[in-house]
């Protein structure tokens, strides 16, 4: 009795304090937890927030010699520039069609195959095909757009399969047309096998007994797999969703600068292999950093209104 | 005869002595206990061999021979610009810097103190280099800035060499046609005819991955026959002219597209190396690195032959960049931050090169070491040690064994006359001198490489990325067909106006003119 209301006063007392008093409760009362929490405190602080502030050098004409202090501050003029000159549009629809395409084509795949894999009974060659699709994943990109790029030269695989079927020999990577085509269905191949194991990582913890209970009211294979599979998946699904969302305009840099040729800048030139041409190959950091940063702010307002859509559709959101 | 050779021996000692006057005169090897730290890219000719240019056996004896010690750093290939830019931006300024690699550029790099400005110094703490500084006009120009002043050291090259960008060809391809190396583009044209014809297995032609052939583009009176460097700025009559916005583009690139139709150019141009193609047979023709390539293909049993410029008639003019061989990109500065006396003993260890005991050094490697004996003319020849050495095949024993790739400036004698590889083989010469006495060629195209002020490079750097951003896209466009050429008024020309591409020619021609002036 005595204890329960001790317990009651505390919980008013905690009411009254301020956040950083709370804190200070809550470290002195589990003090390893805290302790256990400052590398990840440390890696954020170091890594992501440190960082932050270096984006002054996109409002600055920035020289290394001078640092971010001294160099010329000129407000928003690399903005300007980027906006104005004639690159902005199509580097910004480039970087929203890929990722549409991307997201149609290779968010769902990975679901799918999680299905898949969860309706086969057969233990063994259920893990053949998961060991298989994560295999890619493990080839370096370098490597893997090198092979890309073998098998669509004018006498690579792809170009040798085509030409059986009396299509003319054309070097695939370097025609705008299938450009898209290219990478989407090469990161598909690479990421789809991977993507799945968190999928099927939730279907494993999915009760048995729901499945026994849906069988039993009659359901069959694709009702199960839609009142049941679905649904246990849906959380993890939203959470995936809003964060490839909130990744849209930081993806994909490194596939686009390994495969892509000046002939094909009309589909393939996005805002980041543009951010690295100009920033790391001419030098302009400051522009570069101006570009960056817009494309930051605007990857901010897509995850914040994905994860608001969300929330207010499916009732799932990240905070 | 014993008095001849006492006299031989005598005449010998008397100029031994003398050398070791000189040798005391200059002041080599340096007082001291110094340490200089240099930054320059790592030559693949010596890393598959080494992590650290210190490591090498050239760099060891010229430490010996100018008493300092020398560290490099070496940037990661590939990203130099990028390495470098970052360990200036954490205050770290090396002593000896290879190259120019400063974010805007060298007049900049000087203003913001990464490099020092040597203008007041050089007459006194490098008297070899000044000597060639004030003594020739045109290597004056060209190693100072608009204002004058010093803020690099340049390489002194007192020849012109035959020049190793040409056109190669399958020799066995052409002995079979009974042909002789193509000049006109008829010709070319007669001689893919028949690789098409007879040799369905192998495509007659292909270009470099931009498209840009400098050795097809003089046919139009336009380009550089340079790898990488096809579209430069070039000068036409005393007028600078960029490559990109040249009336001769048109009919380039109408040539090529009709050759990619006709199927004369591997549809894998974009992607693929020429030189690469051809040493592995699949390509008949194209345009390299000769004096590189006709060794590689020796070896690979690649029957190899070079032609002459490409031209619409034959007896056509060509005009060419001239090479400004005793200025060539090789450039180094000194850091901003070194003072007093080390700065002094930076500067003596960068006028080694000029010295004539440098000079030796730098091209031929130390005596004793890498060479014994001279020939006729006072070159040294070079010793079983450079020419067979049981650890090194020939190019990467030149770049171990002496001063060749790193970032030490120097009086430079001509490839023909100090490269090991050309003592060796002497038909690597001769193929890279071929053509070189061509009556139709001459070199008044060329656009010296001269400096423009901060302000200025900036500007025409801003115009130029976009300006060639556009420009190779629509190049590659127009030659695969992707892009008509019928529109080529209005979606390139145009296009490269609206850019400002006459704003950078006309920077460009005031920095020409300025350079005229000084």
New interface residues.
Partial sequence: MRRSSKRVNESVDIVRLTYFQRLWRNMRHYPSLYLLFIPVLLYFLIFKYGPMFGAVIAFEK??????ILHSQWVGLKNFREFLT???AKRTIINTLMLNFWQILIGFPAPILLAILLNEVQHTRYKKVVQTTSYLPYFISLVVVCGII?DFT???GLFSDILASFGFP???L????RYYRAIYVASSLWQACGWGSILYIATLTNTDPQLYEAATIDGAGRFRCIWHVTLPALLPVIIVQLIMRIGNIMSYGADRTLLLY???V??KADIISSFVYR?G??????SFASAVDLFNSVINLILLYTANKVSGKLTGESLW | MTRRLTAIFLALLLALGMMSIAAAEDGYPIEGDWEITIWCPLSALISPYVTNAAETPAIQELCRVTGVKLNFIHPTTGQEKENFNLLIAGGDIPDIMYTSQYAGGNTMGVDDGVYADLTDLVEQYMPHYYHYLSNDDEFRKLSTTEDGRVIAIYNYKDMVEPFWWRTQFRADLLEEFGMDEPCTIAEYEAFFDKVLETHPEITPFSLPNDGLNGAFMCAWDFGIIQQSRTADFYLEGDHAQSGYYAEGMYDYLKLMHDWYEKGYISKDFMSEDPTTLFQTGKVACVTGNGYEMYPTCNELGIPITCGPYARVNEGDKIHTLRHYWHNNAAETFVSGKVKGEKLEVILKFLDYGYTEEGILTYNFGTEGFTWDEVDENGYPIYNDFMLNNENYPIANAEAMLKVHAYAVPRWRYGDGICMATNQKNPDNWAYRARWGDDPDVDDSYGLPPFVLDADASERRAEIMNNVETHAKEMVLKYITGAADLANFDTEYTQVLKDFGVEEAIEITQAGYEAYLAK
């Fill in positions: 920035y020289r290394p010699a001078r640092g000159g004639p690159y790029k030269a004018s006498d020999r054309e070097n990577l370097t025609d705008p040729s000046p002939a800048y009309d100009y790391l190959q001419d030098l302009n950091f």
